[in-house]
């Protein structure tokens, strides 16, 4: 059995032939910008924002509210 010869297509090839497969199915590409989670500003912020929130005269209802949607189970099973 001979080798098959290699793939010749270039990388940028490749990704536009992938890329088109994808548009045929109807989907586009879309570029998120989120949040760098492990920035130190980050990181204080949210420890800002989290003892604010604690404080709150409504921080009672608030964790029943976060208690109560945290449990949620998805048709598949999955916990969310």
Do not use: C, N
């Not at 088109?20 to 989120?34: H, N």
């Not at 500003?41 to 509210?65: K, T, V």
């Not at 189970?73 to 969310?80: A, K, L, P, S, V």
Request: glycine letters at 4%; hydrophobic letters at 35%; charged letters at 35%.
């Amino acid at each position: 059995m001979a080798a098959s010869a290699p793939d010749t297509k270039s990388s940028r090839t490749k990704v536009r032939d992938y890329r088109a497969r994808l548009r045929a199915r109807g989907l586009r590409p879309i570029q998120i910008w989120a949040p760098d989670v492990r920035a130190p500003e980050f990181r204080r912020q949210a420890h800002l924002q989290s003892a604010a929130a604690a404080r709150s005269d409504q921080a009672h209802d608030d964790q029943a509210f976060i208690d109560s949607i945290s449990d949620l189970r998805f048709d598949d099973g999955d916990e969310g």
